[in-house]
């Protein structure tokens, strides 16, 4: 590519060159041509005065030579008179007889149409440029015609060229010094420019510009300082901002990972370097899979990039459980994403779940036989005939029905273990009203007591992609709950409806509701709204838990909507086969 100075300074030679050029040519035309209409014109008017004088002075035919050769024409002019057929019949310098016919001329052709002409060309005779002049007088049918040495002219021309050159190549040469003077100068700040802002580009802000000479320069050198300052500033901010980042991210105890939208590693901490035993250079362009052979944790990145969406999941790398939980962020190309998977051992809590699991399922178990032999024994003794005070008897019947809400919540915890140790359930295809209809049948007694009716709303082809046995107890769950906590003599209304990919079934109930922070624990273990009145009805508080487990099972979940006063609503949904 061409330099600035080449390019710049190339374009004002070329501009001086031209212009001067164009100037200079045009001056030497405009003087040729003013002296030779001057001349011409002047001649014109000498050659109209002679033929007038000529017709005044009456000259007979055939002395016209006689005429001429009194006046004494002497060099260098010259008069020639012609006949209207061009032929010559005087002149002032040859002899006439020996002249060829003139006809052809263009100053006589022109003469004789228009009355005047004129002509300029080389003479033959003598060497030089002649200027030719004729007046054609039609009283005497003779043309006058006039001719003189105008090569003076031609000469003067000429020499005028020559000094417009002159002057011309003195006026080129300033103008280029001056030029190249400029050029050198601008070439010089560009330079300058060149240097300073490199030297920004490396990091490096110690140098300032000065730009003196015009107030445009001196304005450049203020923008590009003051640009130098914003940077050094920002830059400084950012590796303060990046240097922070880098200590909170280096002494965490999190493995932290980032990822481009190939899952290519484009930065990893300290606690990350340490779990995949690699150093920070091998890791660095890898490939997730090649460092952390894991599809799971893979696919929760590529899930993670395809949703645009925050994920976890528990992932186990050899002895240890990871809480990883993925986030996408944008990326620096316009509508890419880069993913930030930071992965928290669980281990411990994993391991403390596994105890309490073990422990709740194990103690359940080993409280289930004395627990059945003290209600049956409660039983025998209370069915014994006259042995019992009236005392006894009541102590007996307190015995009785503690024992077996002891053994319905060793039931319940045992249902939520052995849920909970499912890894998959068995499901098949059944139509939603023939599980209703069970569920209703078992809680129909209860229902009755309190003059309770369930009305149906939803449609009969419904079928639910589920566990048998769970959904029923799911939905068991909550009728009794609508039929304990709703008011008397009321409806409970069971719905379902289709939703995306998933079947919901709510049951709706006319009783107190629950308030909003109180929906929000319900499904939690144990929990109650009031504690009293659920051991009085004769709940576990492990029902709506064990719905919930239920839910997940289905690949759904459960939830509750409930206005204080006027009723719940509780929904359980179900995800299709397909779609789990
Ligand atoms: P419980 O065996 O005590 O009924 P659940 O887990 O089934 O245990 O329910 C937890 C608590 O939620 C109950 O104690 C009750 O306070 C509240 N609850 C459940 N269902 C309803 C309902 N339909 N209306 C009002 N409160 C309810």
Redesign the pocket.
């Known amino acids: 590519m061409k330099s600035f100075f080449a390019r710049y300074f190339t374009a004002h030679l070329t501009i001086l060159l031209i212009s001067l050029f164009a100037v200079g040519l045009f001056s030497i035309i405009s003087m040729d041509q003013f002296l030779f209409d001057d001349n011409q014109e002047r001649q014109l008017l000498y050659t109209e005065t002679l033929a007038d004088m000529f017709i005044a002075a009456r000259v007979e035919a055939g002395m016209e030579q006689d005429y001429l050769d009194q006046l004494k024409v002497v060099d260098p002019l010259r008069i020639t008179i012609i006949k209207k057929d061009g032929t010559v019949i005087a002149d002032s310098e040859a002899d006439w007889r020996y002249m060829d016919n003139h006809s052809n001329r263009p100053e006589i052709m022109n003469a004789v149409v228009y009355g005047e002409g004129s002509s300029k060309r080389i003479s033959n005779t003598v060497h030089d440029s002649l200027l030719y002049t004729a007046v054609y007088k039609s009283e005497s049918e003779l043309t006058f015609r006039v001719s003189t040495v105008v090569g003076n002219i031609d000469r003067m021309v000429t020499q005028l060229t020559f000094r417009i050159a002159m002057i011309t190549m003195l006026v080129l040469l300033v103008a280029l010094l001056i030029s190249f003077r400029q050029t050198n100068s601008i070439n010089r700040m560009l330079k300058a420019i060149i240097s300073v802002v490199s030297d920004y580009a490396r990091g490096d802000f110690h140098q300032n510009l000065y730009l003196g000479g015009f107030r445009e320069a001196i304005e450049v050198g203020d923008a590009v300082n003051a640009m130098g300052r914003q940077l050094k500033e920002k830059i400084e901010t950012v590796t303060v901002q990046r240097n922070k980042s880098e200590a909170m991210l280096d002494n965490m105890v999190e493995p932290v990972l980032y990822l481009d939208n190939n899952l290519v590693i484009n930065d990893i901490n300290k606690a990350a370097l340490d779990m995949t035993g690699c150093t920070f250079a091998q890791c660095l362009g890898k490939n997730l899979l090649q460092i952390i052979r894991n599809m799971d944790l893979c696919r929760l990145a590529e899930e993670c990039l395809d949703n645009n969406a925050p994920m976890a999941q528990v992932i186990t790398l050899g002895n240890h459980h990871y809480m990883v939980q993925g986030t996408t962020i944008p990326a620096p190309e316009e509508g890419e994403f880069s993913i930030l998977l930071v992965m928290n051992d669980v281990s411990e809590i994993k391991q403390m779940e596994l105890l309490r699991k073990d422990f709740v399922a194990n103690v359940s178990h080993e409280l289930r036989t004395p627990i059945t032999s003290i209600i049956g024994f409660v039983e025998t003794l209370r069915m014994m005939p006259g042995n019992q005070s009236d005392q006894q008897n009541k102590f007996l019947e307190i015995i009785h029905k503690q024992s077996q809400r002891l053994g319905e919540i060793v039931n319940d915890l045992l249902a939520l273990a052995s849920l909970e140790d499912k890894h998959s359930l068995e499901k098949e295809a059944l139509p939603l009203k023939d599980i209703i209809k069970e569920a209703e049948s078992v809680c129909q007694m209860k229902a009755e007591a309190r003059g309770v009716s369930f009305e149906h709303d939803f449609d009969e082809d419904i079928v639910l992609c589920c566990h048998k046995n769970l959904t029923e107890q799911a939905l068991i ?1 909550y009728l009794d ?2 039929v ?3 008011r008397e003599n009321e409806k409970v209304t069971i719905s379902a409806h289709r939703e995306g990919n998933s079947t919901i079934v709510c049951v709706k ?1 006319r ?4 308030s909003e922070e109180q929906q929000e624990r ?1 499904f939690e273990r144990f ?4 504690k009293a009145r ?1 051991r009085e009805i004769g ?7 064990i719905v919930k487990h239920i839910a997940l099972k289905h690949g759904g979940r459960a939830w509750v909507d409930s206005t204080p006063g006027v009723g ?1 609503s ?1 929904c359980i949904s179900f995800a299709d086969c397909s779609h789990r």
């Open positions: 769950n709950n609508a304990k906590y709703g109930d009783g107190n509701g629950i319900l929990y109650r709204v009031d659920s709940g576990t508080g492990l029902g709506l838990s719940s509780f």
